[in-house]
T-cell receptor, first 113, second 115 residues
Framework: GNSVTQMEGPVTLSEEAFLTINCTYT??????LFWYVQYPGEGLQLLLK?????DKGSNKGFEATYRKETTSFHLEKGSVQVSDSAVYFC????????????FGTGTLLAVQP | EAGVVQSPRYKIIEKKQPVAFWCNPI?????LYWYLQNLGQGPELLIR????????DSQLPKDRFSAERLKGVDSTLKIQPAELGDSAVYLC?????????????FGPGTRLTVL
């Protein structure tokens, strides 16, 4: 079936460190891939997305590239800030005519000053 | 522009009691979703509406859960009776037309605690 696997957290980094959060997926067809972020006390917000192989989504310094050959969509940021502390969810929309998201379990990122 | 509004933000009830959650989507969004998010997990879809029609309710436990979106705008999710295992965050989301890769916008959620 369709599923998303994320690296387990928490991930603890110092400010200005490089961030990678791994995400791999299993899907039939050609899903779209998403990263959502959930700040403390807030709802999920779309961070970035990619709709086809080799697409790169980017936003707020974060990037992720849709790799069909490795079925991955790893999230990266070159220099994290304290304000990036949140839970990050990888998700896929397994395609077809409808929009039905399947989420990973989330990865907590804690950035220390 | 106002985002997705949910109320209440928090609810504490005794088991076997009924409870209802309300959601108002972003204006103009035809598609509305209810998700369940257990602690330490990602959201899981309960039901999806296209306007007033429930087009995917395969994951909704229909023995105790019900939902409605009578005028195709705001929606209510109900649990009757609640069980201890229903303690979770209930998220509402909306999107423009529900097409593939359409962006879903989430509300802040209702955190339910069943005692």
């Amino acid at each position: 079936g369709n599923s998303v696997t994320q690296m387990e957290g928490p991930v603890t980094l110092s400010e200005e460190a490089f961030l990678t959060i791994n995400c791999t997926y299993t899907a039939t067809g050609y899903p779209s891939l998403f990263w959502y972020v959930q700040y403390p006390g807030e709802g999920l917000q779309l961070l970035l997305k990619a709709t086809k192989a080799d697409d790169k989504g980017s936003n707020k310094g974060f990037e992720a590239t849709y790799r069909k050959e490795t079925t991955s969509f790893h999230l990266e940021k070159g220099s994290v800030q304290v304000s990036d502390s949140a839970v990050y969810f990888c998700a896929l929309d397994y395609g077809g005519a409808t929009n039905k998201l399947i989420f990973g379990t989330g990865t907590l990122l804690a950035v220390q000053p | 522009e106002a985002g997705v509004v949910q109320s209440p933000r928090y609810k504490i009830i005794e088991k076997k009691q009924p409870v209802a959650f309300w959601c108002n989507p972003i204006s103009g969004h035809n598609t509305l979703y209810w998700y369940l998010q257990n602690l330490g997990q990602g959201p899981e879809l309960l039901i999806r509406y296209e306007n007033e029609e429930a087009v995917d309710d395969s994951q909704l436990p229909k023995d105790r859960f019900s939902a409605e979106r009578l005028k195709g705008v705001d929606s209510t999710l109900k649990i009757q009776p609640a069980e201890l295992g229903d303690s979770a965050v209930y998220l509402c989301a909306s999107s423009l037309d529900g097409g593939a890769a359409d962006t879903q916008y989430f509300g802040p959620g209702t955190r339910l605690t069943v005692l």
